[in-house]
């Protein structure tokens, strides 16, 4: 069956540290993967696209790779901040259509 | 623009009720997508539009649930009767789609956008 996999877990670290959130599926074979954010009581917020053929995307403190072998994508905030907490959403897109499958989302918090 | 307008932010109904929610999208957009998020589930599609017309509403649960988009501007999904299970926030989306939307020169790529959902309880 298809899967997309994050971390479940609540992700702590430390202001500055940098925050590495992981993205694996199973079964698909996304034309590209798009990484969202999500505040509570709000919807969630497109942050990033990265396509197949790329290996590395990068948007300011933001950078996403994508391991097609893996079947695996790095989400990484480098010099974290407290207003980077929230949570993470990984999504897919596969064949020729825009239909989005969301991973379960990891929760950030970022503390002083 | 003012984004994806979704109405109403917040409801609460009694079992069996008829629930309507209702959906703007940003304007210029073909495509547009219903969601329902839960703490169990996450954010699963229900369904969604591209240039009004279903393209897959094979995560709607069940013939309670029911979408239409009549024009381009403006998008319902109903639930009849609901039920407690129904609980949870829905949300709307929509983006651009089509050959344009994929090229590496188009600045929006196929991003969906949110709205700020409404949140149904059942009671």
Redesign the interface.
Known sequence: SQKIEQNSEALNIQEGKTATLTCNYTNYSPA?L?WYRQDP??????LL?IRENEKEKRKERLKVTFDTTLKQSLFHITASQPADSATY?CAL?TGG?????????TQLKVEL | DAGVIQSPRHEVTEMGQEVTLRCKPISGHNSLFWYRQTMMRGLELLIYFNNNVPIDDSGMPEDRFSAKMPNASFSTLKIQPSEPRDSAVYFCASSFFGTFARSRDFPYQETQYFGPGTRLLVL
Do not use: A, E, S, W
């Not at chain 1, 009581?41 to 497109?46: D, I, L, Q, S």
């Open positions: 590209y798009q009581g709000r919807g969630p917020v497109f696209l959403l897109v259509g825009n239909k989005l499958t969301f991973g379960t989302g």
